[in-house]
């Protein structure tokens, strides 16, 4: 496995498993545990997952040693603010069965995050948490945290595959030390990825399926990424990504790709903020 090193020197793989959407408690915990066999090392949660308890219980049945592991989990914006990040770490780390995190996210741009952050850079300090970040903070919002607090955010975790590059904001986060980490580097399938008729002849060309050349070309861009999957032979497939490489000419026909919006949510909408601001 080959690693990032963030701006504060820890270690992260640029490659994880991400449990986002596995609601069924024993499905989460057998995805984790065979994604540990497989020899994933990185493993990705949020509050907000409902999950956290299955991840525990996986990462305790492993047998792996806790400093062999890295495991994130986010704080969901209902618990925004400083008291209420407190304790949502607590109640992460309860349900997780861990004394410490290797990283913490502030999960959405929005509600007391500078609250958030001050909590999180308090936690940081006192080795409760060995790397703190955000996800989904858009540029001027990341660079207006970052201007203005102590503690620069180590990552932030954003969406990123080939139908929504974010290169501007990829740029920025490089400009400032801030480690990018792609959600949905699939793009959940959308716009038919996988049948994709650039993506499908590079994988061939390489002997590789579509979904391990987007991972590459998510690893040779700097970006880390944490695809999800409940099969298997599926996160074998994910996981076996460093044995090849793309060409200057390959990258540059991924970047083609590219489109000027989100397949998911548009962050800086007005209707998503609501929307967002309102789920508890």
């Not at 618990?79 to 780390?93: I, M, N, P, Q, V």
């Not at 952050?117 to 300090?125: E, G, P, S, V």
């Not at 996988?194 to 399926?209: Q, R, Y």
């Amino acid at each position: 496995m080959q690693d990032f090193t963030l701006n504060n020197g820890v270690k992260m793989p640029a490659l994880g498993f991400g449990v986002y959407q596995v609601r069924d408690l024993k499905q989460c915990k057998q995805s984790v545990l065979d994604a540990l066999s497989v020899g994933y090392r990185l493993i990705d949660t949020a509050a907000s997952y409902y999950n956290e308890e299955a991840v525990g219980e996986a990462i305790k049945e492993s047998g792996i040693k806790r400093e062999d592991l890295f495991v994130t989990s986010k704080l969901w914006l209902a618990d925004s603010g400083y008291d209420k990040t407190k304790k949502a770490f607590e109640l992460s780390l309860k349900k997780l069965g861990l004394e410490y995190l290797d990283l913490y996210l502030i999960h959405q741009p929005f509600g007391d995050y500078y609250g958030s952050w001050r909590a999180m850079q308090d936690l940081y300090k006192e080795r409760r948490i060995r790397a703190i970040g955000v996800s989904n903070f858009f540029p001027g919002r990341l660079v207006d945290l970052i201007l203005h607090n102590e503690i620069c955010p180590a990552v932030n975790q954003v969406e990123n595959h080939p139908f929504f590059q974010q290169k501007g904001a990829v740029e920025i986060m490089k400009k400032y030390g801030v480690q990018p980490q792609a959600w949905a580097p699939f793009a959940e399938g959308r716009n038919n990825l996988f049948g994709n008729i650039v993506l499908g002849k590079i994988a061939a060309d390489h002997n590789k399926s579509p979904a391990q050349v987007v991972l590459r070309w998510l690893f040779q861009r700097g970006v880390a990424s944490i695809p999800k999957s409940i099969h298997k032979e599926r996160m074998k497939e994910n996981f076996n990504i460093f044995d090849f490489t793309l060409s200057n000419d390959e990258m540059n026909q991924i970047a083609a790709l590219d489109k000027p919006a989100s397949s998911f949510l548009n962050h800086e909408d007005p209707q998503t903020v609501e929307w967002l601001c309102n789920l508890h």
